[in-house]
């Protein structure tokens, strides 16, 4: 069973909001460019991918209208299948087979629906789409905290500064800073939750943040732990886009 | 004694098991896994040579079957469909040509671990000719710009429009110098062109801010006719700050950059500010701020490329134009949304690029990360704070372009920037730095000039800034205004002073003294005072000149270069050098050919390598011909070609022939020969006479001698067949006469024997 969050999601993307299909493409471009680069071996270069990663997020929205949630597909599988077909279209069109022509592309029937193991979505992968839901919730927590407090999270956790020193760099004490971080914090959770609930269609998804070690409900003890998981996610996933970024130079 | 002598064995044991299992981690794994990546590395050599050579040869087979195409399409009238396959066939040749570039050098290489010295091969050089300028001089369906003298061109942006290098004529200087525009020397001028490819989109793209811009000195002239559009803008020498950021890094230790680079780097950056600062003020939102349109020439950073200038307050909607990782995520959101440029503050959008610059610079890598983008080289506190805070988001980062200008200045004047605290920045504390104070000045000034609407807003609306600013027309009203008095710079908290009445246009200021007035004196002669303005001009020339002649004479200025460079040089060098080399090798080949001849014909030439041929041994004897001058036909049933033994054993007849003095009709012996026309009607006429009778049949010979001894044309028949044998292979010979007498009988055998005797050889 859908969120709510979750179909209001699907509902915008339905309605054709540019900026519902932006988000999808900011947030899940560089997963699904890196697995298409897995996928081709070698045989096609990043420009490719990239047009490839926008053809999948066109092909997904001519879907989306199809989906089913009663089919049990997981959000990351639907994108990794979506993705696969547009990159055996392209495999089609280099062979010179086009539509018609004698063989018919792969066709895009309903199986991304059910949640099948032939898709091939592995560990990496899954672990790249979790990533890139947290990083798409500290970009928000970015965007609607206050600068200082965020500047302050990102020294201490995502930069790993010490307390003292981000004191001292700001120019404020200690426990301002302590006072400063539990708020991001608090914001980051509720946006994690958030994101998770928006970009998953299965239970199994929605219990991610916990095999992470990612608590989402308050619990002081668990702080450093979430930190730390939140600092190793944050540079999983920029260490994702620097290769992206490489990629593309 | 049993127990220690256990306890020996057992310790013995565990020893022996630990260093095994030492051995085993730090000797025998690593053997292995070295073993296994060796194994690894020559079947990935391998599986890559076979590869490519796979992919050679399907490149290869689509590339003939798509020039089929090409002619099909061609024969059939289809010009268009003939094009594509054409550009089909470039794209397997290019395929193929790099497959045999990995074939011979990148995977041979790669194997040799010797990837480094492929690195240029594979990515600078496509890199280079990528951004490789065009052609030197407009098409001639660009036609020429008048009043201009093309020089160069430089390498295209990404907007589609050509780039040309320029010199003003005598002409357009005056109209330059009119305008107030001096030192033009050299300009660049964007073209597109209609029927050079370039789009209407385009051209309306590029013109819409240009009427700001040429207000501003950006742009200097400009011309739109229905089939072309250009402008001329300053020419600027320098690299661009991608290259001098490349540079930096590759003289800076691994770690980043060293002091003194951080405060080259911040001066660009500072320079970069002030004119984005300048722009903003005039009205424009550059809206393409990147590393590649940021020109350094000396400590001065340039911004070139005005293709996106945008004007602040225009009524247009968003467009996501822009480059990817310097152009801020919020901008696409906002155009996708339908926003229109005024409803934001472009400005905002500029300084989010620079703090990408700014983070390009010190990390040498583009902010891929958006504003989460994490600086990991060695950078000052106080630096990644203004990276974040002109990355942040829309409503957080610098208000302004001078904002961010205070702090970089703040830090660039430490001593030690990794001292600067972020707390120390002017922004922190709240304190306008010199770029703030400046503007406030302006201000001020502008009030004081009666843009009364402008005062408190820093990006004032072009109608309001120093250059547009028409004075208010109509008698001088009192306005009152509220006075603001900012309580905190970082929230941007203020106080509303009482209300104080604001001076209008040509009113006193109210701290400043009135001047005294000037008494009123005698004029002088219209004559005189014109003398007087004479000399005092003539006076200041002379203190001119004085000034100039005093200088140090100063460095010319640098100017396009697009003579002979070294690479060109060593190109062209390369170039001869690979053509002497090739006459050269001609000429010997050449030479080795006459060696050859000469030593075919003269033994004893001196130099000769090739072997000298076998001499043919010595003709048979033939019984004189009865008749001087009788006539031989040859005809010949052998299929041409005819190989080269063959040929030279019927040679060899036709001249044991020839030298008893017989006169040989057709020119069976060479198939390529063209047969005189009476040889081959007598030919046509003795194959009539012989008919279907096999040749060696008494018929077919009864026939032909019949037809010789009636025949005035010919005395004997020479008739060369292939061999019926089938253990040997050659050409047979049988020679009919014409019963004329024993004479001839005794001849015809002796001359049948030699043709036996040569032909069996």
């Given at each position: 069973?859908?969120?709510?969050?979750?179909?209001?999601?699907?509902?915008?993307?339905?309605?054709?909001?540019?900026?519902?299909?932006?988000?999808?493409?900011?947030?899940?471009?560089?997963?699904?460019?890196?697995?298409?680069?897995?996928?081709?071996?070698?045989?096609?270069?990043?420009?490719?991918?990239?047009?490839?990663?926008?053809?999948?997020?066109?092909?997904?929205?001519?879907?989306?209208?199809?989906?089913?949630?009663?089919?049990?597909?997981?959000?990351?599988?639907?994108?990794?299948?979506?993705?696969?077909?547009?990159?055996?279209?392209?495999?089609?069109?280099?062979?010179?087979?086009?539509?018609?022509?004698?063989?018919?592309?792969?066709?895009?029937?309903?199986?991304?629906?059910?949640?099948?193991?032939?898709?091939?979505?592995?560990?990496?992968?899954?672990?790249?789409?979790?990533?890139?839901?947290?990083?798409?919730?500290?970009?928000?927590?970015?965007?609607?905290?206050?600068?200082?407090?965020?500047?302050?999270?990102?020294?201490?956790?995502?930069?790993?500064?010490?307390?003292?020193?981000?004191?001292?760099?700001?120019?404020?004490?200690?426990?301002?800073?302590?006072?400063?971080?539990?708020?991001?914090?608090?914001?980051?959770?509720?946006?994690?939750?958030?994101?998770?609930?928006?970009?998953?269609?299965?239970?199994?998804?929605?219990?991610?943040?916990?095999?992470?070690?990612?608590?989402?409900?308050?619990?002081?003890?668990?702080?450093?732990?979430?930190?730390?998981?939140?600092?190793?996610?944050?540079?999983?996933?920029?260490?994702?886009?620097?290769?992206?970024?490489?990629?593309?130079? | 004694?049993?127990?220690?002598?256990?306890?020996l064995v057992l310790l013995g044991a565990v020893v022996g098991i630990v260093l095994l299992v030492l051995l085993v981690m730090y000797v025998v794994v690593p053997i292995f896994k070295g073993f296994g990546w060796l194994v690894r590395h020559v079947f990935a050599f391998i599986g890559g040579e076979i590869r490519d050579a796979l992919r050679l040869i399907g490149a290869l087979v689509t590339a003939v079957v798509f020039a089929f195409l090409v002619i099909a399409n061609v024969v059939i009238g289809r010009w268009s469909a003939a094009a594509h396959f054409g550009r089909a066939i470039q794209a397997e040749m290019g395929a193929g040509g790099s497959c045999i570039y990995r074939i011979l050098v990148g995977h041979p290489a790669r194997f040799l671990c010797l990837?480094?010295?492929?690195?240029?091969?594979?990515?600078?050089?496509?890199?280079?000719?990528?951004?490789?300028?065009?052609?030197?001089?407009?098409?001639?369906?660009?036609?020429?710009?008048?009043?201009?003298?093309?020089?160069?061109?430089?390498?295209?942006?990404?907007?589609?429009?050509?780039?040309?290098?320029?010199?003003?004529?005598?002409?357009?200087?005056?109209?330059?110098?009119?305008?107030?525009?001096?030192?033009?020397?050299?300009?660049?001028?964007?073209?597109?062109?209609?029927?050079?490819?370039?789009?209407?989109?385009?051209?309306?793209?590029?013109?819409?801010?240009?009427?700001?811009?040429?207000?501003?000195?950006?742009?200097?002239?400009?011309?739109?006719?229905?089939?072309?559009?250009?402008?001329?803008?300053?020419?600027?020498?320098?690299?661009?700050?991608?290259?001098?950021?490349?540079?930096?890094?590759?003289?800076?230790?691994?770690?980043?950059?060293?002091?003194?680079?951080?405060?080259?780097?911040?001066?660009?950056?500072?320079?970069?500010?002030?004119?984005?600062?300048?722009?903003?003020?005039?009205?424009?939102?550059?809206?393409?701020?990147?590393?590649?349109?940021?020109?350094?020439?000396?400590?001065?950073?340039?911004?070139?490329?005005?293709?996106?200038?945008?004007?602040?307050?225009?009524?247009?909607?968003?467009?996501?134009?822009?480059?990817?990782?310097?152009?801020?995520?919020?901008?696409?959101?906002?155009?996708?949304?339908?926003?229109?440029?005024?409803?934001?503050?472009?400005?905002?959008?500029?300084?989010?690029?620079?703090?990408?610059?700014?983070?390009?610079?010190?990390?040498?890598?583009?902010?891929?990360?958006?504003?989460?983008?994490?600086?990991?080289?060695?950078?000052?506190?106080?630096?990644?704070?203004?990276?974040?805070?002109?990355?942040?988001?829309?409503?957080?980062?610098?208000?302004?372009?001078?904002?961010?200008?205070?702090?970089?200045?703040?830090?660039?004047?430490?001593?030690?920037?990794?001292?600067?605290?972020?707390?120390?920045?002017?922004?922190?504390?709240?304190?306008?730095?010199?770029?703030?104070?400046?503007?406030?000045?302006?201000?001020?000034?502008?009030?004081?000039?009666?843009?009364?609407?402008?005062?408190?807003?820093?990006?004032?609306?072009?109608?309001?800034?120093?250059?547009?600013?028409?004075?208010?027309?109509?008698?001088?009203?009192?306005?009152?205004?509220?006075?603001?008095?900012?309580?905190?710079?970082?929230?941007?908290?203020?106080?509303?002073?009482?209300?104080?009445?604001?001076?209008?246009?040509?009113?006193?200021?109210?701290?400043?003294?009135?001047?005294?007035?000037?008494?009123?004196?005698?004029?002088?002669?219209?004559?005189?005072?014109?003398?007087?303005?004479?000399?005092?001009?003539?006076?200041?020339?002379?203190?001119?000149?004085?000034?100039?002649?005093?200088?140090?004479?100063?460095?010319?200025?640098?100017?396009?270069?697009?003579?002979?460079?070294?690479?060109?040089?060593?190109?062209?060098?390369?170039?001869?050098?690979?053509?002497?080399?090739?006459?050269?090798?001609?000429?010997?080949?050449?030479?080795?050919?006459?060696?050859?001849?000469?030593?075919?014909?003269?033994?004893?030439?001196?130099?000769?390598?090739?072997?000298?041929?076998?001499?043919?041994?010595?003709?048979?004897?033939?019984?004189?011909?009865?008749?001087?001058?009788?006539?031989?036909?040859?005809?010949?049933?052998?299929?041409?070609?005819?190989?080269?033994?063959?040929?030279?054993?019927?040679?060899?007849?036709?001249?044991?022939?020839?030298?008893?003095?017989?006169?040989?009709?057709?020119?069976?012996?060479?198939?390529?020969?063209?047969?005189?026309?009476?040889?081959?009607?007598?030919?046509?006429?003795?194959?009539?006479?012989?008919?279907?009778?096999?040749?060696?049949?008494?018929?077919?010979?009864?026939?032909?001698?019949?037809?010789?001894?009636?025949?005035?044309?010919?005395?004997?028949?020479?008739?060369?067949?292939?061999?019926?044998?089938?253990?040997?292979?050659?050409?047979?010979?049988?020679?009919?006469?014409?019963?004329?007498?024993?004479?001839?009988?005794?001849?015809?055998?002796?001359?049948?024997?030699?043709?036996?005797?040569?032909?069996?050889?």
């Amino acid at each position: 069973m859908l969120s709510s969050m979750t179909t209001s999601f699907i509902a915008r993307l339905r309605a054709n909001d540019q900026a519902a299909w932006f988000e999808l493409w900011e947030t899940f471009g560089p997963v699904v460019r890196a697995q298409l680069t897995r996928w081709g071996g070698g045989r096609i270069g990043h420009e490719t991918v990239r047009d490839l990663s926008q053809e999948t997020l066109a092909a997904l929205s001519d879907s989306i209208d199809r989906y089913d949630p009663a089919r049990g597909a997981r959000f990351s599988t639907w994108l990794l299948a979506i993705a696969k077909h547009v990159l055996g279209d392209e495999m089609d069109r280099r062979m010179a087979m086009k539509r018609g022509g004698g063989r018919t592309a792969a066709s895009l029937d309903e199986a991304w629906m059910a949640g099948s193991s032939a898709i091939g979505a592995d560990d990496a992968y899954e672990a790249a789409v979790f990533g890139a839901k947290v990083e798409a919730a500290i970009r928000q927590v970015q965007k609607e905290c206050d600068f200082t407090d965020f500047s302050i999270y990102r020294m201490r956790v995502l930069d790993g500064t010490s307390g003292k020193d981000v004191a001292a760099a700001i120019g404020v004490s200690e426990p301002t800073v302590s006072r400063r971080l539990a708020k991001v914090r608090d914001a980051l959770r509720r946006r994690i939750a958030e994101a998770v609930e928006t970009y998953s269609f299965t239970e199994a998804e929605r219990t991610e943040p916990r095999r992470n070690g990612l608590d989402l409900d308050p619990n002081k003890a668990d702080d450093a732990l979430f930190d730390e998981a939140v600092a190793e996610i944050y540079h999983r996933q920029m260490d994702l886009r620097r290769l992206d970024e490489q990629a593309a130079r | 004694m049993a127990g220690p002598g256990v306890l020996l064995v057992l310790l013995g044991a565990v020893v022996g098991i630990v260093l095994l299992v030492l051995l085993v981690m730090y000797v025998v794994v690593p053997i292995f896994k070295g073993f296994g990546w060796l194994v690894r590395h020559v079947f990935a050599f391998i599986g890559g040579e076979i590869r490519d050579a796979l992919r050679l040869i399907g490149a290869l087979v689509t590339a003939v079957v798509f020039a089929f195409l090409v002619i099909a399409n061609v024969v059939i009238g289809r010009w268009s469909a003939a094009a594509h396959f054409g550009r089909a066939i470039q794209a397997e040749m290019g395929a193929g040509g790099s497959c045999i570039y990995r074939i011979l050098v990148g995977h041979p290489a790669r194997f040799l671990c010797l990837n480094s010295l492929v690195d240029g091969l594979e990515r600078r050089l496509p890199e280079v000719v990528a951004a490789a300028p065009t052609a030197d001089t407009p098409s001639r369906r660009t036609g020429k710009f008048e009043g201009y003298v093309i020089v160069g061109s430089l390498p295209g942006g990404g907007s589609g429009g050509k780039l040309y290098v320029a010199e003003p004529d005598e002409i357009r200087r005056a109209a330059f110098a009119r305008q107030g525009i001096d030192d033009v020397d050299q300009v660049v001028i964007k073209s597109f062109s209609l029927q050079d490819g370039s789009s209407l989109p385009q051209i309306v793209r590029e013109s819409r801010a240009l009427d700001a811009a040429k207000k501003l000195g950006l742009v200097l002239d400009h011309e739109l006719t229905p089939e072309r559009f250009y402008y001329v803008m300053r020419y600027v020498p320098g690299e661009p700050l991608s290259l001098v950021t490349q540079k930096l890094h590759a003289r800076a230790p691994a770690e980043g950059l060293t002091n003194p680079q951080l405060h080259e780097a911040l001066g660009y950056l500072a320079s970069l500010l002030g004119t984005l600062d300048r722009y903003h003020r005039g009205g424009l939102w550059h809206k393409d701020v990147k590393p590649d349109n940021i020109i350094v020439h000396g400590r001065e950073a340039h911004l070139v490329d005005f293709g996106l200038l945008t004007p602040i307050r225009s009524a247009m909607t968003l467009t996501t134009h822009g480059t990817e990782y310097f152009r801020d995520p919020e901008l696409v959101r906002m155009a996708l949304r339908g926003v229109k440029v005024h409803q934001v503050d472009g400005a905002k959008f500029d300084v989010y690029a620079a703090g990408a610059v700014l983070y390009a610079v010190v990390e040498n890598s583009f902010p891929a990360h958006g504003a989460l983008s994490q600086i990991s080289r060695r950078c000052p506190e106080a630096v990644r704070w203004i990276v974040r805070r002109a990355m942040a988001d829309y409503d957080k980062r610098y208000p302004t372009a001078a904002a961010m200008l205070d702090d970089i200045r703040f830090v660039a004047a430490a001593t030690d920037p990794f001292a600067v605290r972020p707390a120390d920045l002017p922004s922190m504390r709240g304190v306008e730095g010199d770029a703030h104070q400046a503007i406030r000045h302006e201000e001020e000034e502008l009030v004081f000039a009666g843009a009364v609407a402008a005062s408190h807003s820093r990006h004032a609306r072009p109608d309001a800034s120093p250059g547009f600013a028409p004075a208010p027309p109509g008698p001088p009203q009192r306005r009152s205004r509220p006075r603001l008095r900012v309580t905190n710079w970082w929230s941007g908290e203020y106080v509303v002073s009482p209300d104080e009445p604001v001076r209008a246009a040509g009113t006193p200021r109210p701290h400043s003294p009135q001047r005294p007035a000037r008494p009123r004196v005698q004029r002088a002669p219209a004559q005189q005072q014109l003398a007087s303005a004479r000399a005092r001009v003539e006076a200041a020339r002379t203190r001119a000149a004085k000034r100039i002649g005093a200088r140090p004479p100063a460095s010319a200025p640098a100017r396009f270069n697009n003579g002979v460079n070294p690479g060109v040089a060593v190109a062209l060098f390369l170039f001869l050098a690979a053509c002497v080399g090739l006459v050269a090798v001609m000429f010997s080949i050449a030479q080795s050919n006459r060696g050859i001849m000469v030593s075919t014909n003269d033994a004893d030439a001196p130099g000769t390598i090739v072997p000298h041929p076998p001499l043919p041994p010595p003709l048979p004897a033939f019984a004189p011909v009865p008749v001087e001058g009788a006539r031989l036909l040859v005809v010949s049933d052998l299929l041409p070609p005819l190989d080269d033994s063959t040929r030279a054993r019927i040679a060899a007849v036709l001249a044991s022939f020839a030298s008893t003095g017989v006169d040989i009709l057709g020119a069976a012996a060479d198939a390529d020969a063209e047969a005189d026309t009476a040889d081959l009607d007598l030919a046509a006429a003795v194959r009539l006479v012989r008919g279907q009778s096999p040749l060696d049949s008494p018929d077919a010979a009864a026939a032909i001698e019949s037809w010789l001894a009636t025949s005035p044309d010919a005395d004997a028949v020479l008739w060369l067949s292939p061999l019926t044998d089938g253990a040997r292979s050659g050409p047979e010979a049988r020679l009919f006469v014409a019963p004329r007498g024993e004479e001839w009988s005794a001849w015809s055998r002796s001359a049948l024997e030699a043709i036996d005797a040569i032909l069996a050889r």
